[in-house]
């Protein structure tokens, strides 16, 4: 198992079309950032799965099936026992899940392959203490070229906007959902200088929609 508390090698290349797993699944971390939702059925494992010649990152049930963001999922402890079983890359949660009272589970996805680690370094600064994220807990993305910020919000509506590029280059796509309809993969590579905890970034998350406000159209695609 990787150590969390490094930095990976964000630029390191992988073979010509290939989706190169860095960092899986560290169950401490993630028992201790999802504490209050572990009973949740939204969880489940993943596969890598190469599609039109990309690799893509597909939810299972435990029959190793493809399984729809609509059904029903597995709480972390079934759905850590799935992964442990063998042949899976990983694990992810549904966004969306939660409701009105205690908030939703949203997500920001920093994209870093394109760029160099210098570049991601200073846009996890940026989105920590620029966008006041800091507060909730971030981890690595299963490649170790990429960012997922983890918080709970109440928006007044969904949003959602990929298109959005932070200061030092890396894309940001912005994930605010009020129902169960995309998956993010999880790794519990967590990010310094972030919470161990999902926090609730609703107050940062109006700052942050008034700075990249250009909503797109929300697709069932997996992250």
Not at 198 to 215: H, N, Q, R, V, Y
Request: net charge negative; glycine share 10%; hydrophobic share 40%.
């Amino acid at each position: 198992m990787n150590s969390v508390s490094e930095t990976p090698d964000f630029v390191k290349e992988p073979g010509k079309g290939a989706y190169e797993v860095t960092w899986r699944p560290e169950k401490i971390a993630l028992a201790q950032a999802f504490a209050d939702v572990l009973h949740w059925p939204v969880f489940t494992a993943w596969r890598l799965a190469e599609r039109n010649g990309k690799f893509t990152k597909v939810p299972c049930d435990n029959s190793g099936k493809p399984i729809s963001t609509k059904a029903k999922w597995y709480t972390f402890d079934d759905a850590w026992r799935l992964f442990a079983t063998g042949g899976y890359d990983g694990l992810g949660v549904k966004l969306g899940c939660g409701d009105e009272e205690g908030g939703y589970l949203c997500a920001l996805d920093i994209d870093a392959k394109d760029v160099d680690s210098t570049a991601l370094e200073q846009a996890i600064g940026f989105t920590g203490e620029n966008l006041g994220f800091h507060k909730t807990y971030a981890e690595f993305s299963p490649s170790g070229r990429g960012m997922h910020v983890l918080f709970w919000a109440r928006p007044e509506a969904e949003f959602v906007n990929t298109t959005a590029r932070l200061p030092s280059g890396p894309r940001l796509e912005i994930y605010v959902l009020k129902s169960e309809k995309r998956f993010l993969t999880i790794t519990g590579a967590k990010v310094p200088g972030f919470g161990n905890a999902i926090a609730d970034c609703t107050a940062e998350l109006k700052g942050l929609m008034e700075e990249f406000s250009f909503p797109k159209r929300i697709e069932d695609v997996h992250l």
